[in-house]
């Protein structure tokens, strides 16, 4: 790199922009591997998924807000751990700020249902009280993400969700 020009960086910067499509892709095809997961729930990661997102959406829920949910597990690919991390990095640049929180906190929220079966604290999501977007993400683990577990629940092919993931990959709003 320290030999390179502005005009090859010019060449790289325009190169990107026009692969930017293949952002989209690459998530729609993670949520896709989610099949493959199901860890002893009653639905695999890809129902929960979406699940997660149609509740979001019959609830009216906007774009982002729909595709964050879509993707809120999809780090359990690389690790369950700290899976909200993984999957709330990689929205961070394409959605607003409260939908990156709401993503990357929502296992403190969904601590309320579980922890304490774990030894854990099961109100971690007070810590977060005050925040603007403490009212989205409690909304989005208490009607949305808990619920999203119903083997006879009617949510909507992942086709239908393909082009308003495409559209919130299709531009980068920040680093
Ligand atoms: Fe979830």
């Given at each position: 790199m320290d030999v390179s020009t502005r005009e090859q960086w010019m060449t790289i910067v325009e190169e990107t922009i026009v692969a930017q499509p293949r952002v989209g892709q690459q998530v729609l095809s993670m949520v896709k591997g989610l099949?493959?997961?199901?860890?002893?729930?009653?639905?695999?990661q890809m129902q929960h998924a979406l699940q997660t997102a149609t509740r979001a959406e019959r609830d009216g829920a906007d774009e982002e807000v729909i595709v964050a949910s879509l993707l809120h597990d999809v780090g359990k690919l690389i690790s369950v751990p700290n899976h909200p991390k993984i999957a709330a990095e990689i929205l961070k640049p394409y959605v607003r700020h409260e939908v990156y929180c709401m993503v990357s906190y929502h296992q403190d929220f969904q601590?309320?249902?579980?922890y304490e079966y774990l030894g854990?604290?099961?109100?971690?999501?007070?810590?977060?009280?005050?925040?603007?977007w403490y009212q989205l993400a409690e909304q989005f683990a208490d009607h949305w993400d808990q619920k999203?577990?119903?083997?006879?629940y009617d949510a909507e092919p992942l086709e239908h969700f393909e082009p308003m993931v495409l559209r919130v990959f299709a531009n980068a709003k920040s680093l």
């Open positions: 099949s493959d997961i199901t860890d002893g729930f009653s639905v695999d601590g309320r249902y579980y854990m604290d099961p109100n971690l999501r007070e810590q977060h009280v005050g925040e603007p999203a577990f119903d083997p006879t």
